[in-house]
């Protein structure tokens, strides 16, 4: 293995430690958006149901327990996060370090054939998509950031 090589990976996996450390934060935000929604939601079914109790007559129970409100595990959403994002920027490094070996591997790129061009271009669209951080939008959404 070459320096050059090395240098490479060493680039590629921080690189790819970043983007899993940005799929935490999304994910965090995510769920934190989520929670603060889903307790509003709460907050005005109880006090829903306390204005009809109150209307019907009905009395609450002094010894009734409430229940702590349950939390979906944080750390099963973090875990996905870090995951996907790390492996989305792996794979565009990855079809880069490919790119360049076919590239060097061959007398030039007009004399490929058919296959090897193909995947010439899946792999340039790999790489330009997973390296830049987007590659997780396209797999969740099946399209292209619009910049909205």
Not at 50 to 55: A, G, L, M, Q, R
Not at 92 to 104: D, K, P, Q
Request: glycine fraction near 10%.
């Amino acid at each position: 293995m070459s320096c050059l090589e090395l240098l490479y990976i060493v680039i590629a996996g921080g690189f790819c430690v970043y983007y899993g450390y940005r799929g935490v934060l999304i994910e965090k935000n995510a769920v934190e958006r989520y929670d603060v929604d889903r307790h509003n939601t709460a907050l005005k079914l109880k006090s829903d149901i306390t204005k009809t109790n109150h209307e019907a007559g009905v009395k609450e129970n002094p010894d009734a327990k409430e229940y702590p409100e349950w939390k979906e595990p944080a750390c099963t959403h973090y875990i996905q996060g870090f995951i996907l994002h790390f492996v989305s920027g792996a794979a565009g490094f990855l079809a880069l370090y490919t790119l360049y070996n076919i590239y060097f591997k061959t007398e030039g790129l007009s004399n490929i054939s058919t296959g090897t061009g193909a995947a010439v271009i899946f792999l340039s669209l790999l790489s330009i998509i997973g390296i830049s951080g987007e590659l997780p939008y396209v797999i969740k959404f099946g399209k292209f950031p619009s910049g909205k």
